[in-house]
């Protein structure tokens, strides 16, 4: 990440920087250099950049936190990205769980203080339409990460970070952090075709396989007087590596003779460092991706635009499971009764269709968004936006756990759950007041949101054909909707020569309603409704300290309300089951940063102390029943949990050879519960112990040296400390199915500039072939190469 060609890229680029309903703020963290950019963006001051353009910027335009970039050289260049998530690779304290190529129901953003499990304390968008998934949080039951499908990595122009709930524009879901994907809008014709194949040799257990993955993509795009247009297709058929297993606990086996003598079973110790055996794998997931988008401006005026979006993504995944055990015929065994090694595990422990789940689901998923707004950078500028996101069509089908493999291949009894009709929209109104004009000492944001989001889920059996027939008897039926209204305002004001203080509050009202839960046409649960109204005030100070040196201070309060799903969502399925609570808390936090940031000439370099108390904390842990032999998740309210870090950035080019740029960053985290009411096995068993997926230390680091203008080569490491899944930090084993491992990973990339139209790349993710886990197993060693035309 090199400052100045970032500074450039902002700069030009910033009039589609934070478009629609990503209202900006001023861009700190990227400071002096800046300034230098362009004269079109020159302003800087108390560490605090306004970055302005020849057309319309987004509102609001001032915060001073942290904020990082990566701009679209930058990701080709240095990063094998086959999905949007891979932009954030290397930012610092920033993880996403992508477990394959097109891994589209467990991709979740970490923050510094949100871990893996927490999908909804982070807010994703693109140009300004959201793509968080806040219709639930984490995985627990139904998937809730965010939409990155709707983002291809050819498209997007320039990533965004902002770390911390500082700017009063956000709901409290920005407590972690909040990125926003720039893409492509042309000034002139341009097209984009490129093709990448990706191959992953694995080995685990007693698998042993290579998996494969294709990407091709293709742009066009063009600019003719007042319209400006852009059109976006990818395709993506990936394999992926098995994801889970089929276990038995050796301790829940007898001596005897009984059940049928099978061999394959493999020995090992659980999270928990119990012994057990693994049977079996079980999602092993082929997954083929269409992504299709159109955008759309027009310039009413030099000073006003009007902006339309349209994204399809369509997604068609197969599960495969495959039995390690095999009969003394030399037969995969499935079903039924097993023994291994003298040990019976027969009655409740025997094998049943949930242990080798076999799956098909189709999705296909719409997104829109508009937006009306004005850049005159005079007293007033306003806009208006909104966006909407549809589940057209999302089915899952899956056989019983009564239909086990290999019959169930062929049909049989089984499930189909249907998730038509779940989605969300936005609306927002938001303006900007300079009374003093452009120069003047106050600048006032402010703004009226309405966000509303619809889950319906219903989950039916199926007796004859479940991969064909429809729906029989209910299953299950999850209903319900929530609504956050907001009224915020913020006031930049430059106090003194060398202060600038930003003051800022956000008024909610939040509801829900129309909850219900069922799991049969005579069993159901309705709930009443509910409405709470919070107050959220933010606060930050910079001063310039030296004419290199900035130092700021952030604090905040966000409120994260309870999603649809956490409320209502309770779901059953073959090997899975989660747990409603619809009296969850809201979750309250206030956090707050201090930063010192001093421009090297060539490089930037950061040091942040960061600190956050989070009251009610919302929490789905998940454990497996052995009895039941199923994931149980449930959600609940932690009573207080406290966290402190430092983290140190730094951003270098040119750094001791022309040739050479490098970036890396360290991140300490100090993150304890102090206070739970709940528990996981005995009172008081959480007590002190650290929150789930936040390592104490996490590194990045990548270094690109260019050869010449056409060869370039970049090395990236990524570190992260022993960290647990569990509220109780018992998963004391990371390294087994279901546990978490600390990891130290290396990538390679090397681009060729071939001509002015051909680049060619080749790059290897995970060169020292670490083998590590965060529930499910990473991949391993991967090679990428990819072929690009530009025109």
Do not use: C
């Amino acid at each position: 990440m090199r400052p100045s060609r970032m500074a450039v890229a902002l700069a030009t680029a910033f009039p589609r920087a934070l478009p629609a309903v990503f209202t900006p703020f001023l861009i700190a963290g990227l400071s002096p250099v800046m300034a230098q950019a362009q004269d079109a963006a020159p302003s800087k001051s108390l560490g605090v950049v306004t970055v302005t353009g020849g057309q319309p910027s987004s509102l609001p335009t001032q915060i001073p936190t942290t904020m990082e970039s990566a701009t679209r050289e930058q990701i080709q260049e240095t990063i094998n990205a086959t999905d949007s998530e891979d932009a954030l690779k290397y930012f610092p304290s920033l993880l996403v769980r992508k477990r394959y190529i097109g891994d589209y129901n467990h991709a979740i953003l970490s923050t510094r203080a949100s871990g893996t499990g927490n999908s909804a304390r982070s807010m994703v968008y693109a140009d300004g339409i959201l793509l968080s998934n806040l219709l639930g949080n984490g995985v627990g039951g139904l998937s809730f990460p965010p939409r990155w499908g709707l983002v291809t990595p050819e498209e997007i122009e320039r990533v965004d970070v902002m770390y911390g709930p500082f700017s009063a524009a956000y709901a409290g879901n920005s407590v972690g952090a909040v990125v926003d994907y720039v893409t492509r809008m042309p000034t002139q014709f341009e097209g984009h075709v490129s093709a990448g194949f990706v191959v992953q040799p694995f080995s685990l257990y007693n698998t042993n396989d290579t998996y494969r993955a294709w990407q091709t993509s293709a742009s066009i795009g063009n600019r003719s007087g007042d319209w400006s247009w852009w059109l976006n297709f990818n395709h993506t058929d990936s394999d992926g590596q098995p994801l889970t297993f089929a276990t038995r606990l050796a301790s829940a086996g007898t001596a005897s003779s009984a059940g049928t003598a099978v061999s394959g079973a493999v020995a090992g110790r659980n999270n928990a460092n119990a012994r057990w055996l693994i049977l079996g794998t079980g999602t092993q997931y082929h997954t083929r991706q269409d992504h299709a988008k159109a955008k759309v401006a027009y310039d009413f005026s030099p000073t006003v635009r009007a902006s339309y979006t349209l994204a399809t993504w369509q997604n068609t995944s197969q599960g495969s499971p495959s039995s390690y055990l095999r009969n003394a015929a030399g037969q995969s065994v499935y079903s039924g009764a097993i023994n291994v090694g003298g040990t019976a595990f027969s009655g409740s422990q025997a094998l049943t269709g949930g242990d080798f789940v076999q799956s098909q689901q189709e999705s296909i998923h719409v997104m829109h968004g508009l937006s009306v707004k004005s850049h005159t950078q005079g007293v007033w500028d306003w806009e208006l936006s909104g966006s909407l996101y549809n589940y057209q069509r999302d089915q899952l089908r899956q056989n019983a756990a009564s239909n086990p493999l290999p019959n169930a291949s062929l049909g049989g009894a089984g499930t189909v759950a249907d998730g038509r009709g779940t989605g969300w929209n936005t609306l927002a109104a938001r303006g900007t007041w300079r009374p003093e004009g452009v120069k003047g000492t106050h600048v006032f944001d402010f703004g009226v949101q309405q966000d509303s989001y619809q889950l319906s889920y219903v989950t039916s059996n199926i007796s004859g054909n479940w991969l064909s027939d429809p729906g029989g008897s209910l299953a299950a039926n999850v209903q319900g909707k929530t609504q956050l209204r907001s009224l915020w305002g913020q006031d930049v004001w430059a106090l003194a020569r060398d202060w600038k203080a930003v003051l800022g509050l956000r008024l909610e009202n939040w509801s829900a309603d129309d909850g219900l839960t069922a799991f049969s046409a005579s069993s159901s649960q309705k709930y009443a409704k509910r409405s709470e109204q919070f107050a959220s005030p933010k606060f930050a100070l910079s001063y310039q300290w030296q004419p290199d040196t900035v130092l700021k201070a952030s604090l905040g309060r966000a409120v994260r309300f309870p999603t649809v799903a956490e409320l209502y969502g309770a779901t059953s399925t073959t090997n899975s089951q989660y747990i409603n609570d619809p009296n969850l808390k809201p979750e309250k936090s206030w956090t707050g940063e201090l930063s010192a940031e001093k421009d090297l000439g060539n490089a930037l370099a950061r040091l942040t102390y960061f600190a956050e108390n989070t009251r009610d904390a919302l929490y789905s842990q998940s454990l497996y029943d052995t009895n039941a032999n199923r994931t149980i998740s449930r959600v609940q309210n932690v009573g207080r949990i406290a966290t402190q870090g430092l983290e140190a950035a730094y951003n270098g080019q040119s750094v001791g050879w022309r040739e050479l740029d490098l970036s890396g960053s360290v991140t300490y985290a100090h993150s304890v519960i102090k206070e739970n009411a709940g528990y996981v096995n005995t009172p008081g068993d959480t007590l002190g112990k650290q929150q789930p997926n936040i390592p104490k230390w996490r590194a990045t680091a990548l270094a690109t040296w260019r050869f010449n203008p056409q060869w370039s080569t970049s090395l990236g490491a990524r570190y992260s400390g022993p960290q647990y899944r569990t509220l109780n930090n018992a998963d004391v084993n990371g390294y087994a199915y279901m546990g978490v491992s600390k990891y130290f990973t290396t990538d390679l990339r090397v681009q060729w500039r071939i001509n002015k139209t051909l680049t060619a790349s080749f790059g290897i993710d995970n060169l020292n072939n670490y083998k590590y886990w965060n529930f499910h197993p990473y991949p391993q060693r991967s090679y990428h190469a990819n072929l690009r035309a530009d025109f």
